[in-house]
């Protein structure tokens, strides 16, 4: 029997479209940017060599940063300084980060511009693509 | 009507998902190619590390995991449950870090998934969105909890975790030896009112027995209870839950054993987004170690998925076995040892162990594992 042909719902495909597209742009940044940290490692905000010195030593996150660039300068330190290689990649991982949160709210609007109009599912994607938005501004955060 | 000069082969390949594929694998290829040509004659600092070696590192993660991915998919989990336990008991890389990674890791093997379990029909995104309700937000407290204990537990709390871990994957390693009997098709008796509400179910098409399943869902607040818990292990371990998610789906939700396994990737992918920002805020994600290991679980992801679905077999069971008692002894010996309970153990009981597994791991591949509890071991 040739397999049947069943109509999946539009918002599902919208999601899986837009985080399977995303992750692959994310991946791809973090193949590229780290050519331009280690070609450039006087442009990065934490020095490689130390980087990898203090990692393999077992340090903490903390000290970690001490040693290689004097301090965690927060999680978004990407925006300040994209033009070094190690924000690219910090921009990279943060997209694929985030992409669940787009793929919802695309869903989110699937849901309503769909024939019956699912308003519940709308809001319930919605809220979740919320929850990740504060998740990722840090509405409670800590140091390590 | 084919173009001139490109074969229908040919065409299939520059179509999605070869064409992205093809890619990404040749980017890696060419990047790898690059930081070998750059960290030629590089000066290094005084304290620091060789280019060339942090070039070798970098290339050494994203080979193990590029595997890990493989695995994982063809032994039906995610990255994360290999990953975490692996590198903590045998790199010297501190707990917080790999954990923090190990999110990374699980969540881009579930994204990079997403997409085609959408497409296929199996997976349902209604019961990802209100299960990851539960999982995302156990996972956003259980981040912080591993966290906020980090910060105050020091040697000690490295060699607890570790402890706590080894017994944890030691379980799970005897779970999916013996306990991992799981009913294909739940029968879902009563629908409760507020599972009835949601309508969640959708229609998928079963090639094994040429069938289209239409399926219910029952239990769905303390489903997403129990997702909370799950989320919240996840969260703290930085491991995948998709040994957890799936029998909690097809248990206490009712759906069958296929749409669980599905829809857990796209749970754990939804969800880790959440989990994973206290670890990048804090500080724990650092970009260079963790870029090889995401390129990995993306590209790894899309070839078990492509090409080597079709070779799932009993032995990748075994292997994943086996790799989960070696590690669960590493992480109880790492444990132990910075908990000064005893001193470092000597490479050579290290190897020994190592060679019993291997050897217990090659008998139960080709069915010579002596009968354990009267049970017999299945081919």
């Given at each position: 029997?040739?397999?049947?042909?069943l109509?999946?719902?539009?918002?599902?495909?919208?999601?899986?479209?837009?985080?399977?597209?995303?992750?692959?742009?994310?991946?791809?940044?973090?193949?590229?940017?780290?050519?331009?940290?280690?070609?450039?490692?006087?442009?990065?905000?934490?020095?490689?060599?130390?980087?990898?010195?203090?990692?393999?030593?077992?340090?903490?996150?903390?000290?970690?940063?001490q040693?290689?660039?004097?301090g965690?300068?927060?999680?978004?330190?990407?925006?300040?300084?994209?033009?070094?290689?190690?924000?690219?990649?910090?921009?990279?991982?943060?997209?694929?980060?985030?992409?669940?949160?787009?793929?919802?709210?695309?869903?989110?609007?699937?849901?309503?511009?769909?024939?019956p109009?699912?308003?519940?599912?709308?809001?319930?994607?919605?809220?979740i693509?919320?929850?990740?938005?504060?998740?990722a501004?840090?509405?409670?955060?800590?140091t390590? | 009507?084919?173009?001139?000069?490109?074969?229908?082969?040919t065409?299939?390949?520059?179509?999605?998902?070869?064409?992205?594929?093809g890619?990404?694998?040749?980017?890696?290829?060419?990047?790898?190619?690059?930081?070998?040509?750059?960290?030629?004659?590089?000066?290094?600092?005084?304290?620091?590390?060789?280019?060339a070696?942090i070039?070798?590192?970098?290339?050494?993660?994203?080979?193990?995991?590029?595997?890990?991915?493989?695995?994982?998919?063809?032994?039906?989990?995610?990255?994360?449950?290999?990953?975490t336990?692996?590198?903590m008991?045998?790199?010297?890389?501190?707990?917080?870090?790999?954990?923090?990674?190990?999110?990374?890791?699980?969540m881009?093997?579930?994204?990079?998934?997403?997409?085609?379990?959408?497409?296929?029909?199996?997976?349902?995104?209604?019961?990802?969105?209100?299960c990851?309700?539960?999982?995302?937000?156990?996972?956003?407290?259980?981040?912080?909890?591993?966290i906020?204990?980090?910060?105050?537990?020091?040697?000690?709390?490295?060699?607890t975790?570790?402890?706590?871990?080894?017994?944890?994957?030691?379980a799970?390693?005897?779970y999916?030896?013996?306990?991992?009997?799981?009913?294909?098709?739940?029968?879902?008796k009563?629908?409760?009112?507020?599972?009835?509400?949601?309508?969640?179910?959708?229609?998928?098409?079963?090639?094994?027995?040429?069938?289209?399943?239409?399926?219910?869902?029952?239990?769905?607040?303390?489903?997403?209870?129990?997702?909370?818990?799950?989320?919240?292990?996840?969260?703290?371990?930085?491991?995948?839950?998709?040994?957890?998610?799936?029998?909690?789906?097809?248990?206490?939700?009712?759906?069958?054993?296929?749409?669980?396994?599905?829809?857990?990737?796209?749970i754990?992918?939804?969800?880790?987004?959440?989990?994973?920002?206290?670890?990048?805020?804090?500080?724990?994600?650092?970009?260079?170690?963790?870029?090889?290991?995401?390129?990995?679980?993306?590209?790894?992801?899309?070839?078990?998925?492509?090409?080597?679905i079709?070779?799932?077999?009993?032995?990748?069971?075994?292997i994943?076995?086996?790799?989960?008692?070696?590690?669960?002894?590493?992480?109880?010996?790492?444990g132990?040892?910075?908990?000064?309970?005893?001193?470092?153990?000597?490479?050579?009981?290290?190897?020994?162990?190592?060679?019993?597994?291997?050897?217990?791991?090659?008998?139960?591949?080709?069915?010579k594992?002596?009968?354990?509890?009267?049970?017999?071991?299945?081919?």
């Amino acid at each position: 029997m040739k397999k049947p042909e069943l109509e999946q719902p539009r918002p599902q495909l919208v999601y899986g479209e837009f985080v399977y597209w995303l992750s692959i742009i994310a991946a791809l940044i973090c193949t590229i940017a780290p050519i331009i940290a280690l070609a450039f490692p006087q442009g990065d905000i934490l020095d490689p060599h130390y980087l990898f010195s203090a990692l393999w030593k077992g340090e903490a996150p903390n000290i970690v940063w001490q040693q290689a660039t004097g301090g965690f300068p927060g999680g978004h330190f990407w925006l300040r300084n994209l033009s070094s290689g190690d924000a690219i990649i910090q921009f990279g991982l943060e997209l694929g980060c985030c992409c669940a949160g787009v793929g919802l709210l695309a869903a989110s609007i699937s849901y309503l511009s769909q024939k019956p109009r699912s308003y519940g599912w709308a809001i319930a994607a919605l809220v979740i693509a919320i929850l990740i938005g504060l998740a990722a501004a840090g509405i409670y955060q800590q140091t390590a | 009507m084919q173009s001139i000069g490109f074969t229908g082969k040919t065409q299939k390949y520059l179509r999605s998902p070869w064409l992205e594929l093809g890619i990404l694998a040749l980017s890696v290829v060419l990047s790898y190619i690059a930081l070998s040509l750059i960290s030629v004659g590089a000066t290094v600092p005084e304290g620091g590390m060789a280019l060339a070696n942090i070039v070798r590192l970098m290339l050494g993660f994203f080979v193990l995991s590029f595997a890990i991915a493989i695995i994982a998919v063809l032994a039906g989990i995610g990255g994360g449950v290999i990953y975490t336990p692996l590198m903590m008991a045998f790199t010297p890389v501190n707990s917080l870090i790999i954990r923090a990674t190990g999110l990374i890791v699980a969540m881009f093997n579930g994204l990079v998934s997403s997409g085609p379990f959408m497409k296929s029909g199996v997976g349902n995104l209604k019961l990802a969105i209100i299960c990851t309700l539960g999982y995302g937000l156990g996972g956003f407290a259980g981040a912080q909890g591993a966290i906020w204990v980090a910060g105050r537990m020091g040697l000690s709390g490295e060699g607890t975790i570790r402890l706590i871990l080894g017994g944890i994957v030691l379980a799970l390693g005897l779970y999916f030896l013996w306990g991992s009997k799981k009913t294909e098709w739940p029968e879902v008796k009563k629908v409760d009112r507020f599972s009835a509400k949601l309508k969640i179910p959708q229609a998928f098409y079963e090639p094994s027995i040429d069938k289209i399943i239409n399926y219910s869902v029952k239990n769905l607040p303390l489903g997403i209870l129990a997702m909370f818990g799950i989320g919240l292990i996840s969260g703290f371990f930085g491991m995948g839950a998709g040994w957890a998610v799936v029998p909690g789906l097809s248990m206490i939700v009712g759906v069958p054993l296929k749409v669980a396994a599905v829809t857990s990737h796209v749970i754990i992918g939804m969800g880790d987004c959440m989990t994973v920002w206290p670890y990048i805020l804090a500080g724990a994600i650092i970009p260079l170690f963790v870029a090889p290991w995401l390129v990995g679980q993306v590209l790894g992801g899309m070839v078990g998925a492509q090409v080597l679905i079709r070779v799932r077999s009993q032995a990748i069971r075994y292997i994943l076995i086996g790799i989960m008692c070696y590690t669960s002894f590493g992480l109880v010996t790492d444990g132990m040892t910075k908990l000064k309970l005893i001193t470092a153990v000597n490479s050579i009981i290290n190897i020994i162990v190592l060679v019993v597994v291997l050897a217990v791991v090659a008998l139960a591949i080709v069915g010579k594992l002596p009968k354990l509890g009267g049970k017999r071991q299945d081919k």
